[in-house]
């Protein structure tokens, strides 16, 4: 049996009375107590949860909502987008005053290159961020700002290839006329496309 923390959503073992990351008391904080083995559960006190929350124990586990995800993705963007710059940046500097402006030459090999460093670091960027974030911490910057975390269904946590298998849907499907996004608005768990095709949900944190 697992714990979670309500305040910073850490896990830890069932019976810790201090959480490992924010050290608040569990016992006096309020934590979310999930099941054991590969498939466990919420315990529940309700059989039939809302479509809003699950109901525990320990108080209500919300979803959280689509205008809180969307701050958290478009908070998100902006990181991703200053780092890349930042990253195209240093490369033309480099390239500029490094090599010379000879190699500001489609023909050049050198430019070329660079070219390709910086296209694949361009498409690789946000899908090694999500992927990372999510399955080391459970959540981005934009989530962990907007107090929001990644979890399976069953409430354990994302490992690296559930993360990866979440974060190419949404870069190469959710986004095609935000179809896949806007979904969080008509499912019961608020689930996005890319939830749905990796088994996730994104809850709120207090």
Known sequence: MMVFCKRCGAYSKEGTAQCPKCEADLSQFGHVSFGGGGRGSFQASQ?????????????ALAYA???NRLLAYLLDGLIVTVAESLFV?????IVVFGVGMSAVDPSN????????IIAIVVTLGPLAYETVMISQQGATYGKAFRKAKVVRTNGDAVSWQRALSRTLPKVFLSGFLLVGFLMALFTAKKQTLHDLIADTLVIQLN
């Open 65 to 67: 909502g689509f205008g």
């Open 47 to 59: 059989a039939s949860p809302s479509p809003s929350s699950i109901t525990t124990d320990e108080g």
């Open 89 to 93: 940046g240093l490369v033309a500097v």
């Open 109 to 116: 090999v050198i430019f070329l290159l660079f070219a390709a």
